[in-house]
């Protein structure tokens, strides 16, 4: 997905998860093969980490911060994570030794963890993520508008600004630009290109599911047992009946034996998909190269067409 992205014109990342060292030396090193790139030169993808699977890996005996920065990734993104300041001083501190500079991007859900990761750990981009995002966040996090904004007017200067949240369309490009950030996250809308690991199943959902089709809610990470995210953070997923369980009050033993009884018999209608609101723009199964094209183009027109009135109307 990455190389796809990447190739296209846009920046891709990969998400480090709980993946060891080698693994993830191994997916930079083929980046580098695919892009033919020779060994010196910086790879131009991104590495997320997330800071509280770091705070346990850094003090392991697989450090995996300074394997991957040794591969020469173009940047790091960190979210979610009690201490996030010491892994941005750990990439300085390495970065201070040799020639390539690495960007470092944070996830913020708020203006206080934005004025802090801009004013006292010098980030290069701050990913504003708004509540309309897939997958993790913040559980109280302002929508993307409201919080860009208000992101905007306290961190005038410094880093780049990067909106994130339930973004699929051009469009919706175009007036973010025109709001001020500097460039976008896209995710939900790529689930259903081949490069996407989701499964057929879970590719089918998103292509049937509308602009109502998914909520923010601890209960997702009940059933599949990932509640091991900080606190404050929950994720945003399609809302079938996993919530429906939830909704009804019905205790975690009960939640979980019809979660796995579900999961056994192959049926779809408690399959936990991480997908952002903007999913009920996602009806293709375009690969990601030709999505990146298109949403360029749609994101020029708009802007353009943006113009033309401005034009009219001053004129």
């Excluded at 300041?85 to 960007?103: E, I, L, M, P």
């Excluded at 945003?236 to 056994?264: H, P, S, W």
């Excluded at 779809?268 to 199964?285: K, M, P, Q, T, Y």
Aim: aromatic share 6%; hydrophobic share 45%; with cysteine.
């Amino acid at each position: 997905m990455a190389t796809a992205v990447t190739s296209a014109g846009a920046f891709g990342f990969i998400p480090a998860g709980p993946d060891p060292s080698q693994n993830l030396r191994d997916q930079l090193r083929s980046i580098r093969a695919a892009l033919h790139l020779s060994p010196d030169v910086p790879v131009p993808v991104g590495v997320g980490f997330l800071g509280f699977l770091l705070d346990k890996t850094e003090a392991s005996n697989d450090p995996r911060l300074p394997a991957v920065l040794e591969e020469l990734p173009m940047a790091i993104w960190f979210a979610f994570g009690g201490d996030l300041g010491r892994h941005v001083a750990q990439v300085r501190a390495y970065d201070s030794n040799r020639k390539h500079k690495t960007a470092v991007f944070v996830i913020v859900n708020s203006v206080e963890e934005a004025l802090r990761a801009a004013n006292e750990w010098r980030v290069d981009a701050l990913v504003v993520q708004g509540h309309e995002a897939g997958g993790h966040g913040g559980a109280y996090a302002p929508p993307l508008l409201t919080l860009l904004q208000a992101v905007l007017h306290q961190v005038p200067k410094g880093p780049a600004i990067v909106a994130a949240g339930g973004i699929s369309t051009g469009s919706q490009i175009a007036a973010l630009l025109t709001m001020g950030a500097d460039g976008v996250v896209l995710g939900s809308r790529l689930l259903c290109t081949p490069e996407c690991m989701y499964s057929k199943e879970m590719k089918y959902e998103i292509l049937n599911a509308g602009l109502n089709a998914t909520a923010r809610s601890y209960a997702f990470d009940d059933v599949a047992r990932t509640r091991f995210w900080p606190e404050g953070i929950d994720g945003r997923a399609i809302a079938n009946d996993v919530l429906v369980d939830f909704d009804q009050g019905l205790d975690l033993e009960t939640r979980l034996k019809r979660y796995d009884e579900a999961k056994e018999k192959g049926e779809l209608n408690r399959l936990v998909i991480w997908a952002g609101s903007g999913i009920g723009f996602v009806n293709d199964e375009k690969d990601a190269a030709k999505i990146v094209e298109d949403i360029q183009e749609d994101m020029v027109e708009a802007l353009r067409s943006t113009s033309r009135r401005l034009d009219l109307n001053l004129g």
